[in-house]
């Protein structure tokens, strides 16, 4: 029988409560629903553990960084300490050594046999072995291996792990040092960078219209200026040091930065919850600042990770074209520049600071990715 809804018959309005059946029951609760809420952050930090890599790649900047900050006051020579006798000596290191492997030697090619037994060129336990015997000219000539401390006269206690430069520097040292260097002018120069391509950014995209455009026009022009000619004029106004470098690498460096930000404002300013509070009195800078600029964290911090490899490389780059810190101060592209002058006769000099950049600038590429990753919206909650 069907019924209209308007003239139900008395005995269906009035239905006693015995003749319903609860078809849930209270001991049965679904699990899902028991877990605390995850935030962003915190669901960015959970899958950006998961990536191994970027896990990796983080421990590795942590361990640079550490060495950085004790090597050089833990070691027994400072960054500047010369020793002329000591210049040029091959890598030494306790316990390795034992292997025949950075063991303080060196071979010395086409000398003559008669002068090994010169006291003065040669000391007591310098030579090694001597082989590759030939006769030039009725002399008798070889090459030789040698023990280069025993040959400068340094102790048996003295280990340079990483060799000696042309002073006599211990460049261990000096690598830890410059790395220090070059990381402090790295993130500097980035935080200025953000900072300013934040700020440059969010008003160029929340007023959009002429302010947009004369400040997107500015930057067009400021892109186009030639970037070893600016930091020049920087190095003959200011002098060569790092202040003059980070001012170089923030001239333009910001641009990028301000892009990104103009291009996510534009991309939220319109919402709802914008408009809202827009609506409600809200002042411009409260939106800016508290209601857009909190969505572009994610990408910020990404171009910001990415951004310090880069630094990096163009401190080096400036280093290895001689505008880079004022001696004796090393930098990771001063000891490079050092070091492809005496490259095949001491490649020791360029291999280790050459293998710490690549480190560095690997490590931190793979961990932006994983980072990049991590707080990409798209992919939260995700397992």
Same mark, same amino acid.
């Given at each position: 029988?069907i019924y ?5 018959p008395e005995?269906l309005l ?15 609760k679904?699990e899902?629903?028991q877990?605390k ?5 915190k669901?960015?930090a ?7 890599v ?9 361990i ?5 900050i +004790?090597?050089?006051?833990l ?8 020793n002329i006798?000591?210049?040029y000596?091959?890598?030494?290191m306790?316990i ?5 492997i950075?063991d ?8 003559k +046999?008669?002068?090994?037994t010169d006291?003065?060129?040669y000391?007591?336990?310098s030579?090694i072995?001597?082989?590759n015997?030939?006769?030039?000219k009725g002399q008798e000539?070889?090459d030789?291996?040698i023990d280069?401390y ?5 102790p048996?206690?003295e280990?340079?792990?990483?060799g000696t430069?042309?002073?006599?520097r211990?460049?261990?040292t000096?690598?830890f040092k410059?790395t220090r @260097?070059?990381?402090? @002018?790295?993130?500097f120069?980035?935080l ?8 440059y950014g969010?008003i ?10 004369i400040?997107?026009?500015f930057?067009e022009?400021l892109d186009g ?5 600016v930091t ?5 106004l200011f ?5 003059s470098?980070?001012?170089?690498l923030t001239?333009?460096?910001w641009?990028?930065?301000s892009r990104l ?7 939220f ?5 914008v408009?809202a509070a827009r609506?409600?009195g809200?002042?411009d800078?409260?939106l800016?600042?508290?209601?857009i600029?909190p969505n572009?964290v ?7 990770m ?15 074209l001689g505008?880079?810190i004022?001696?004796p101060n090393?930098s990771i ?8 002058s005496?490259l095949?006769?001491?490649?020791y000099q360029?291999v280790?600071p050459?293998?710490?950049i690549? +480190?560095l600038?690997i490590?931190f590429n793979?961990f932006?990715?994983g980072?990049?990753?991590a707080?990409d919206?798209t ?5």
């Amino acid at each position: 029988m069907i019924y209209d809804r308007n003239n139900l018959p008395e005995e269906l309005l009035n239905l006693p409560a015995s003749d319903f059946e609860a078809l849930y029951r209270e001991d049965i609760k679904d699990e899902k629903f028991q877990t605390k809420p995850v935030g962003f952050f915190k669901d960015a930090a959970i899958r950006l553990t998961k990536s191994k890599v970027s896990i990796i790649a983080f421990i590795i900047i942590g361990i640079i960084i550490i060495l950085a900050i +004790v090597v050089p006051p833990l070691s027994p020579y400072g960054f500047n300490d010369q020793n002329i006798n000591a210049k040029y000596l091959p890598p030494k290191m306790p316990i390795v050594e034992k292997l025949g492997i950075m063991d303080g030697t060196r071979v010395l090619k086409s000398r003559k +046999v008669s002068a090994l037994t010169d006291p003065e060129r040669y000391p007591e336990g310098s030579v090694i072995e001597y082989f590759n015997v030939v006769t030039v000219k009725g002399q008798e000539m070889c090459d030789v291996r040698i023990d280069a401390y025993k040959m400068a006269g340094v102790p048996d206690n003295e280990y340079h792990w990483f060799g000696t430069d042309y002073l006599g520097r211990d460049l261990l040292t000096r690598l830890f040092k410059g790395t220090r @260097i070059s990381l402090l @002018i790295a993130f500097f120069s980035v935080l200025t960078n953000v900072f300013i391509g934040v700020v440059y950014g969010a008003i160029s995209g929340y007023y959009g219209g002429k302010i947009d455009l004369i400040l997107t026009h500015f930057a067009e022009v400021l892109d186009g200026m030639p970037y070893i000619v600016v930091t020049i004029l920087f190095m003959i106004l200011f002098g060569s040091g790092m202040v003059s470098i980070v001012l170089a690498l923030t001239i333009t460096g910001w641009i990028g930065t301000s892009r990104l930000i103009r291009a996510q404002f534009y991309r939220f300013k319109g919402r709802e919850y914008v408009l809202a509070a827009r609506t409600l009195g809200v002042s411009d800078r409260t939106l800016i600042f508290r209601h857009i600029l909190p969505n572009c964290v994610g990408p910020l911090i990404t171009r910001a990770m990415i951004a310090i490899p880069g630094a990096i490389f163009s401190e080096s780059f400036l280093a290895y074209l001689g505008l880079g810190i004022k001696p004796p101060n090393p930098s990771i592209g001063v000891l490079l520049s050092d070091g492809q002058s005496v490259l095949l006769q001491y490649p020791y000099q360029t291999v280790f600071p050459a293998i710490l950049i690549s +480190v560095l600038m690997i490590a931190f590429n793979l961990f932006s990715n994983g980072l990049r990753d991590a707080l990409d919206p798209t992919k939260r909650g995700e397992e």
